[in-house]
């Protein structure tokens, strides 16, 4: 007898968690303002526009990347301050660079696995991460303004020995500088490495960069698509040499392609463009920050970042009500206990800002 065929797509061949997860889920912001990604609404100036599409068009499309961009790596070392003798690799956004990093940690085979720690509300990334590679994810809750529970995280860092612990500098969705002093004592008490996610940079203007000196269990995480450049995928990672050269062995060859190379060697040349334009946003953020201040329906949180945390007594009915007037912004209302009645807003361009800042108005 013939056996019966197999029915196809047989989808159990994936792992249970695969087949559980949702995708990143991106909205279609086609037609609306769109203020809910944190990404930066200046363009490139016209004639810088034309300057980078001849730099591209000599890019040759046939060829791998190089293996080690050498030269751009040194001019990104070199702007960004790393201290000499530490290291810096790639990655296709820092996204990918945190998946490597956790990768590197996981021990799917041994009981328990690793543990990767983060405060939370934070970036969902670092617990998607980690959870997909079969580690343990603690999240240690902020305290309701948002500051770190330093006792806990400090307790829970000495409790489970995390491979990893992730702190974003300023942090998302939040949008706050933790303080210095406690992410001292947190590199101080943790047993392996600890990543300070600088994707805000631009708006915050601290860093931990300097601090590579004298802290071998630091990783310094950043990326240039908060700055203007969120479409070429481009993140770096900057540590000693020797975590560098453990994380490089995970890296896929050819990981950032031969045109956001290009594209962004060539916008490292015209770096102040997009300096002055982190400039705007942060004065837009301050003028936003005042204006939803004096709205008392609404509690908005202090910002370091290019965007802004706001609670509100309906966030659901606010949402829809802005999406209807072409506006979109974030809601993350449900996405942990400390976040609800919050929304989260990008900032915009200032014509971006008023046309929310106007609809805000009619919806109350
Ligand atoms: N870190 C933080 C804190 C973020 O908010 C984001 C994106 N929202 C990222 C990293 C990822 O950035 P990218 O992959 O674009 O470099």
């Not at 606010?318 to 072409?326: A, N, P, Q, T």
Request: with cysteine; glycine share 8%.
């Amino acid at each position: 007898m013939k056996a019966s065929p197999p029915t196809f797509p047989r989808l159990e061949v994936l792992r249970d968690e695969v087949r559980a997860m949702r995708a990143y889920a991106v909205p279609d912001a086609s037609g609306l303002i769109k203020l809910d990604a944190m990404e930066n609404p200046f363009s490139l100036p016209p004639g810088l526009a034309r300057e980078l599409g001849e730099r591209l068009s000599a890019v040759a499309l046939n060829r791998y990347p190089p293996a080690d961009p050498a030269r751009f790596k040194q001019r990104l070392a070199q702007m960004a301050g790393l201290p000499a003798g530490k290291a810096l690799m790639l990655g296709n956004g820092s996204d990918e660079l945190i998946h490597l990093m956790i990768q590197a940690c996981a021990r799917r085979d041994e009981p328990g696995g690793a543990v990767v720690l983060a405060p939370t509300p934070t970036f969902v990334m670092y617990e998607v991460f980690a959870r997909l590679d079969g580690c343990r994810f603690t999240g240690v809750p902020l305290r309701p303004d948002f500051r770190l529970d330093i006792e806990a995280l400090l307790h829970a860092i000495g409790a489970q020995q995390p491979a990893l612990v992730f702190l974003a500098y300023p942090n998302n969705p939040t949008g706050n500088l933790f303080a210095r002093g406690e992410i001292e004592a947190v590199l101080d008490r943790a047993p392996g490495l600890v990543v300070i996610d600088e994707a805000y940079l631009p708006f915050a203007q601290h860093t931990w960069m300097p601090q590579l000196e004298e802290r071998p269990n630091l990783v310094v995480l950043r990326t240039l698509s908060k700055l203007g450049l969120a479409g070429l995928r481009l993140g770096y990672a900057c540590a000693d040499a020797r975590w560098i050269a453990e994380f490089d062995k995970l890296r896929p060859p050819y990981n950032v392609g031969v045109l956001p190379l290009a594209a962004a060697g060539f916008l490292l040349e015209h770096f102040e463009v997009l300096q002055r334009q982190a400039d705007v946003i942060r004065s837009e953020r301050d003028r936003l920050l005042q204006a939803l201040r004096a709205r008392p329906e609404l509690t908005a949180f202090d910002s370091a970042a290019n965007f802004i945390l706001f609670r509100a007594a309906d966030p659901d009915r606010l949402f829809d009500g802005l999406l209807r007037r072409g506006i979109l912004l974030k809601n993350v209302s449900g996405s942990h206990p400390l976040l609800a009645g919050c929304l989260r807003v990008t900032v915009g361009t200032p014509q971006e800002n008023e046309a929310f800042l106007q609809a805000l108005g009619a919806l109350s």
